[in-house]
């Protein structure tokens, strides 16, 4: 099934992320945990494609294996490093393993090649319109605190609407802390015509350390609630997973209340997470009370 038409019911939606394993590790623990999301009934899931060559061949496979478990599958799809000739066998893959959604992607520059010529795929924009033709539903990634490499909101704004005007059905956010952030966002992203679904991004924490180091790397504001909360619990695991899906429970509700109703939840590979957060979410996702 198509994305695009899972978000046109308008109903309040949950998605999950998950990402492959390495080719030099077993596929078990991945399907166990697609299995156990799956039981969760999420809208849709999808599979991240690894930034190093690695893991990108797992990707069109823990896809076809989410469809397996009845769960449409979105597969992402990076482009930075990609020849035409790479791009038109994903597109045979994808199409041979019944994929009908592809998040398209820039991916991260490679390290050291900062400012080189990066080869046919400059952006994702490049992406889309190579894709467009193929017919799948196509999503794409977008920035409530800008993307880290583009240095005014409002051009990296402009960028996106180009990359929906080439052909994009919907948006997905990259992780936010401060919902206010991100109707701040959806906000100036209307005023400037985009009219396409917008999905919101949550981060459940459940590692203080590490979500530290990553808001570092990719820009995102910590609120200091969230401060707060890392640093009385953050050393402690089990404390820290009660208070990251509570927060993120949190989130969503907000979200929810304010008529957004398109929520991917980061769950990396982490059922237990999700599992968590749908049961908060129990009542508020069943049509049976409306
Ligand atoms: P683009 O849309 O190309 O934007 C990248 C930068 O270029 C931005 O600063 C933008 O403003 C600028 N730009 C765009 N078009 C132009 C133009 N015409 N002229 C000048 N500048 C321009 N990475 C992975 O490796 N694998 C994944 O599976 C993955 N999944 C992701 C899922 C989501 C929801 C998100 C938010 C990110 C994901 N990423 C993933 C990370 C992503 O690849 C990086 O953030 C990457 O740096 C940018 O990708 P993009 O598709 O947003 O790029």
New binding site residues.
């Given amino acids: 099934m198509k994305i695009k038409d899972i978000l046109a019911k308008g109903l309040p939606s949950v998605s999950f992320?998950i990402?492959p394993p390495r080719s030099d590790s077993p596929f078990e623990p991945m399907k166990e945990a697609v299995e156990r999301l799956a039981r969760q009934r999420p809208s849709f899931m999808?599979?991240?494609?690894?930034?190093s060559g690695n893991a990108q061949a797992n990707?069109v496979e823990v896809a076809s294996f989410v469809q397996k478990c009845g769960v449409p599958a979105l597969a992402?799809?990076?482009c930075?490093a990609a020849t035409k000739d790479n791009i038109d066998k994903e597109v045979a893959a994808l199409r041979g393993a019944g994929i009908e959604n592809v998040?398209?992607?820039?991916?991260?520059?490679p390290k050291g090649t900062e400012g080189q010529a990066q080869g046919p795929f400059?952006?994702?924009?490049d992406?889309v319109r190579a894709l467009r033709p193929a017919g799948f539903c196509l999503?794409?990634?977008?920035?409530p605190e800008?993307?880290?490499?583009?240095a005014h909101m409002e051009?990296?704004i402009?960028?996106?609407c180009?990359?929906v005007e080439a052909g994009l059905d919907f948006v997905?956010?990259?992780?936010f802390f401060d919902n206010n952030i991100f109707y701040r966002y959806l906000s100036k992203l209307r005023d400037r015509g985009v009219t396409v679904p917008v999905i919101a991004?949550i981060m459940p924490v459940t590692n203080g350390k590490q979500i530290a180091r990553i808001c570092r790397l990719?820009g995102t504001y910590l609120p200091s609630r969230f401060k707060a909360i890392v640093d009385r619990y953050g050393d402690r695991p089990p404390a820290m997973l009660d208070a990251g899906v509570a927060y993120a429970t949190e989130q969503i509700v907000d979200l929810f209340a304010n008529g957004v109703n398109a929520v991917?939840v980061y769950t990396m590979n982490r059922p237990e997470v999700a599992e968590r957060i749908m049961a908060n979410l129990r009542s508020i996702l069943s049509n049976d009370d409306r």
Avoid at 139 to 143: I, T
């Fill in positions: 992320e990402f999808s599979v991240t494609y690894g930034a990707t992402h799809l990076t930075i998040l398209c992607l820039r991916g991260d520059i400059q952006h994702a924009v992406l999503g794409g990634a977008c920035y800008c993307h880290p490499d583009c051009d990296d402009l960028h996106l180009e990359k997905t956010t990259q992780m991004g990719s991917h």
